[in-house]
């Protein structure tokens, strides 16, 4: 049983250049939800999946940011026109179905730097 | 909205030793569950622990437990016997009615020979 993955594990890119990450759940778990955190930070929640569903987005996604699960199986974050300031850890986490005590899994994260 | 507090930037502890790291919530909901996740340096985040808010009794899982005084609104983690393989950062989070997860700024916690 493989663990959540996320690809790639570091990416540099340039100020204005778009950047995509993938994440790969759990196979069966139905809910899928990226995070941010930054430096001396806790996690912070960005949006969640369940199935394709996007069910949820935080403020803090403003409309550079686009996450997709088309099929409900991996998703994808799409961060367009890069800024320093979105230089952060994004994780990506699943849980299986229904109850909120579950605990959600997370994969090793994919580390932005934005020069 | 719900906010996780942890005013505990760094903890130390000698091997063998047992410490405690604190966090208080505020929410005005009734149902909502807890967690302590640990996140060991460069590598991925695990789960330590959970505690259902409806349950009295405080939750323990080998050498970690906690004391959740839901009316205070404290949930703080007990480590005992402290390992070296326990040195990380230590989150403390939240979740309610929505599903996601609310977590506090953490705690880094050393293990001293």
């Known amino acids: 049983d493989t663990g959540v993955s996320q690809d790639p594990r570091h990416k540099i890119t340039k100020r204005g250049q778009n950047v995509t990450f993938r994440c790969d759940p759990i196979?069966?778990?139905?809910?899928l939800y990226w995070y941010r955190q930054t430096l001396g930070q806790g996690p912070e929640f960005l949006t969640y999946?369940?199935?394709?569903?996007?069910?949820?987005k935080s403020r803090l996604l403003s409309d550079r940011f686009s996450a997709e699960r088309p099929k409900g199986s991996f998703s994808t974050l799409e961060i367009q026109r890069t800024e320093q300031g979105d230089s952060a850890m994004y994780l990506c986490?699943?849980?299986?179905?229904?109850?909120?005590?579950?605990?959600?899994?997370f994969g090793p994260g994919t580390r932005l730097t934005v020069l | 909205a719900q906010t996780v507090t942890q005013s505990q930037p760094e903890m130390s502890v000698q091997e063998a030793e047992t410490v405690t790291l604190s966090c208080t919530y505020d929410?005005?909901?009734?149902?909502?569950?807890l967690f302590w996740y640990k996140q060991p340096p460069s590598r991925q985040m695990i789960l330590v622990i959970r505690?259902?808010?409806?349950?009295?009794q405080n939750a323990t899982e080998n050498r970690f437990s906690v004391n959740f005084q839901k009316a205070a609104k404290s949930f703080s983690l007990k480590i005992s016997d402290s390992q070296l393989g326990d040195a990380a950062m230590y989150f403390c989070?939240?979740?309610?009615?929505?599903?996601?997860?609310?977590f506090g700024t953490g705690t880094r916690l050393q293990v001293t020979l």
């Open positions: 986490a699943s849980t299986p179905p229904a109850r909120r005590n579950n605990e959600q899994f």
């Open positions: 196979s069966e778990h139905n809910r």
């Open positions: 999946f369940q199935n394709e569903a996007q069910l949820e």
């Open positions: 929410t005005s909901e009734s149902d909502y569950y």
């Open positions: 505690q259902e808010a409806y349950k009295q």
């Open positions: 989070a939240y979740t309610g009615t929505a599903s996601k997860l609310t």
